[in-house]
Each structure stands twice: as C-alpha cells, then as structure tokens.
C-alpha cells in the first residue's frame, strides 16, 4: 500500500536536537506567582491520544476519532462529537478565564497520533483552538508536555525506538505549533505513566529523554521507590525527586521527576481534586530553604463521563476562588511543572536538595549485584531473581498495574520486535553515513509503520480486531522494509 500523505515525524533530527536543548528559563520573571507567599500549589495534566488504525477506505490509514464519526452506531462511538470538543476547549477556557482576570494552569499531553489524525480529518479549528494557547498572554498558562509519539509504553518498546518516538514527537509538534513553541517543552509525560525497570532500558530511556533537551518527566508513585528499597515517603511524594537509573556497565544517569500520587483515576483532575487535596498539604524543607509542596496529577482529558461532563463543570470556579483569595494571600494555587521547578530553582534550591528515587525492583538487583556490575553479573542476577521471587518481573510499572502490555500478547510482540530490528539493519548505518536519508519518503513511511506497530493500544482491548490492526500493520511494514 502506497501511502499518500505522511506525517511529519523525521528528517530533521540534528535541528530539532540543538535547539530544543536550549536551557533558558521559559518562566524566567514571567511566572505570576510569589513563591514565598504560596502555602502549596498543585500541578494538573490532561492526557489526550486516539489510535491511527488501518481501517479507512480500503484499509487506509485513519485517526480512530474519525471510525468514530464514520460508525456512531457502535460501542461508544456516538462519544466522538463529546471527545473531538474535549480536545479543543482548553482554547475556550483558558482564554475565557485570562480575560476575566484570573491564573488559570493546565499540562497538556497529546500524542503524535492524535495531532495526526486531526490533521488528516481537517479539523483546523481544533488545531488553530489549540495554536492560541501557545501565543501570550496564553502560553504560560498552558504546557505542553512532550510524549511518545504512537503511545508506546517504554518497557515493551525496543530501546533503538525510544528515541525515535521521542524525536517523532517533537517533529510533529514543531510543525503545528512552530519551533518558538517547541522550544518550551521541557515535560515528559509518559504513556501509561509506564516507567522501565529493567537498568539498561531505564537508562537509554532517561538518556533519550535528556538529549532531546527534556529537564523533567512526570512518574506514577507506585512505579519507583527509595533507594534503599522502600516506598516513597509519604511527603517526597509532593516536592520533585531525582530519579535515578543504573545500566548494566555501572553507569548512572538521572532526571528530575514529579511525582502523580494515586492510581487511574480521572475523578481526581475533573473534580479537581488536586487543588481541595493542596488545601490540606503545606511548605517542605529542601536543603535549607522552605518552599511550597506540589500537588501532581495527571488523567486521559476525554475518556469517561466524569471527565466530559463534570470538568468543565468543576476546572472553571478554582481559578475564580483563587483569585478572590487576592495576591497579598496567596496561600494555594495552580502552576504548571517547569514553572514550579523554575521557581524553587529561582529560590535557591539545587537538585542535589531532591529526595532520591528509583524505579521499583531496583534495589533488589543491586543489591545482589554488589560492586561487580558488568553486563555478565547484571544478566546472571536477573535470571536469579526471576527464578526464586515470584513477585519480581522486568514489566515496569504503571498507573494501571492490572494490566499487562506484555501477556498474552506474543503475536503482536514478535512481529513488532521482528519489524523494529529489520528497519535499524536497513537503515542506521545509512543514516549514520547520511542523515539526510530521514528526509526520504521511503525511509519515513518504513519508520511510520514501525512506530504504528509499537501503539500500546493494539495490546491493550485483548485479542481480535485490535491485534489483527497490528498484523495488518506488520505486514505493511514488512512490505516496505523489502521494497
């Protein structure tokens, strides 16, 4: 299948690499809020993604919003119409609730797919909505957050294409919104808010992550734990940690994290539980300095009732409470992630100050590795620990650990391992010849299908239409790869 529009997700990698790792302040005296004055703040997000699925006209490549629209009759597909608005209204609200004087914050995750797939289904005023909240006097109320860029779930992903997602991404969104708006991505927001716990895919992840210029990623409570094996102490949870990944050869690498306290739960960002929850937190001492604790929370922006119906409800009156409270008592208020580090940054507090964390699992193998880390002695120990502890795996972890992306699902992980590993023996030693050979078609729609393949929906609703998306994906792929 001969494909007749791709997205823009490669071919300038070198450009795209220099200047996100520009490290100006993006809030610099811009930031609304003193932070002296602030008791606690909280920090939302909203996680947007719709899947391009192979079920268009004679199997062409679509946005699953558009099978929405095209098919109402099914399942929750009359939804589309509600969903399509929840991508677009955070250009009303925010706008709306600047010009009535007040500080509205909101992180904003959407996926390449989705970005996509909106342009694919010509739905410029979602696009041009969202464009505005990019521009002042909106652009410090809205963060983008960047993301991988066909929702893959790093643990399960082949280590060569967490960076690939991860640039994809950026190539994406830099085409909609421009490069002074790219510029300011500087969060990360995992897919699942699934983290690797297995050492060299944690390191490559946080590696990928840092040389794309991000300074920090949003990680789920449950996913890491202290160093020393323990939970997260119930206060660490609310200020940023450092977390840190070790590889097989012994080398560390670390990234500041914020922490999303509890589980799956949309509720708790469209009630806005996140503010009534800061209400109750107050200053933390990093260092030697005070400063404010942070409530972080992060939930799918569309998916459910609650979210469609009670958001708009509930996010409009917290920034008019907030402002009634009046600057001169400031007491709780919203910011958004870079903004909050910037401000303790600002306020004299180094990274070194952070609680230290790691993924969870990870003290159990260091631990038995001791201080001979080589490649050899981290596999022997692995081996070990999956033969005599039935509670540890090398899954990672998620805000959903009910579920797995991994069992059960071999007929769509072979094939995605099979497809990823031909597409980097085609392609990388050419491209480390030639860059330029991202900017060819042939070299762009092989690494589309690649991405596509590695969709965590596609393990995710079990077997039937949704795996056989993926054969039908492998098998594009492969088509490609051999022509």
């Known amino acids: 299948m001969t494909l007749t529009s791709l997205p823009p997700?490669?071919?300038?990698?070198?450009?795209?690499?220099?200047?996100?790792?520009?490290?100006?302040?993006?809030?610099?005296?811009?930031?609304?809020?003193?932070?002296?004055?602030i008791s606690a703040a909280f920090a939302c997000a909203l996680h947007m993604h719709q899947p391009t699925i192979p079920a268009g006209e004679n199997g062409a490549l679509i946005s699953n919003l558009h099978y929405m629209f095209d098919r109402p009759q099914e399942g929750d597909n009359h939804n589309a119409a509600p969903f399509a608005w929840c991508y677009q209204r955070m250009g009303e609200f925010i706008p709306q609730l600047v010009n009535q004087g007040s500080h509205p914050r909101i992180m904003l995750d959407y996926s390449g797919n989705l970005l996509w797939g909106l342009q694919q289904m010509g739905r410029e005023d979602i696009l041009e909505s969202?464009?505005?909240?990019?521009?002042?006097?909106?652009?410090?109320?809205?963060?983008?957050?960047?993301?991988?860029?066909?929702?893959?779930?790093?643990?399960?992903?082949?280590i060569p294409d967490i960076k690939l997602h991860i640039l994809a991404w950026q190539h994406q969104f830099r085409a909609i919104f421009g490069t002074e708006a790219l510029k300011r991505v500087k969060g990360f927001s995992p897919p699942e808010m699934h983290l690797p716990n297995h050492p060299d895919t944690l390191y490559e992840y946080i590696k990928a992550l840092k040389d794309c210029g991000y300074r920090w990623l949003l990680v789920q409570e449950s996913s890491v734990e202290r160093l020393e094996g323990s939970p997260l102490h119930h206060d660490d949870k609310y200020v940023p940690n450092c977390l840190i990944a070790r590889n097989s050869q012994g080398k560390e690498i670390g990234i500041t994290a914020l922490i999303k306290t509890q589980g799956s739960d949309t509720k708790l960002v469209a009630q806005m539980q996140p503010y009534h929850e800061a209400k109750t937190r107050s200053r933390k001492t990093l260092g030697n300095l005070d400063v404010p604790s942070c409530v972080s929370q992060i939930a799918d922006g569309e998916n459910g009732g609650v979210m469609m119906n009670e958001y708009p409800?509930?996010?409009?009156?917290?920034?008019?409470?907030?402002?009634?409270?009046?600057?001169?008592?400031?007491?709780?208020?919203?910011?958004?992630?870079?903004?909050?580090?910037?401000?303790?940054?600002?306020?004299?507090v180094k990274r070194e100050d952070y609680p230290r964390c790691q993924a969870v699992q990870q003290h159990k193998i260091w631990q038995m590795v001791g201080d001979d880390v080589t490649p050899e002695r981290v596999q022997t120990v692995l081996s070990q620990l999956k033969e005599t502890d039935p509670q540890f795996d090398l899954d990672g972890a998620s805000w959903t650990n009910d579920i797995s992306w991994v069992q059960g699902y071999e007929n769509v992980l072979e094939p995605m391992q099979h497809l990823s590993a031909l597409f980097h023996q085609k392609y990388d030693a050419l491209v480390e010849q030639d860059p330029t050979v991202t900017q060819k078609p042939e070299y762009q729609e092989a690494l589309l299908y690649v991405l596509l393949l590695e969709t965590s929906c596609f393990?995710?609703?079990?077997?039937?239409?949704?795996?056989?998306?993926?054969?039908?994906?492998?098998?594009r792929g492969m088509e490609r790869l051999k022509s």
């Open 9 to 37: 997700i490669c071919g300038s990698e070198a450009e795209i690499t220099t200047l996100v790792q520009e490290q100006t302040p993006i809030y610099g005296s811009t930031s609304t809020w003193n932070i002296n004055q």
């Open 459 to 475: 393990r995710y609703w079990g077997q039937g239409t949704w795996t056989d998306y993926a054969r039908i994906l492998y098998e």
């Open 313 to 348: 409800r509930d996010f409009i009156p917290v920034w008019e409470e907030i402002k009634g409270n009046g600057r001169e008592k400031e007491g709780v208020v919203g910011l958004n992630g870079t903004e909050y580090l910037e401000l303790l940054e600002n306020a004299g």
């Open 130 to 158: 969202l464009k505005t909240l990019t521009k002042s006097p909106y652009s410090d109320c809205v963060e983008w957050l960047g993301t991988m860029w066909s929702h893959a779930v790093v643990p399960s992903t082949p």
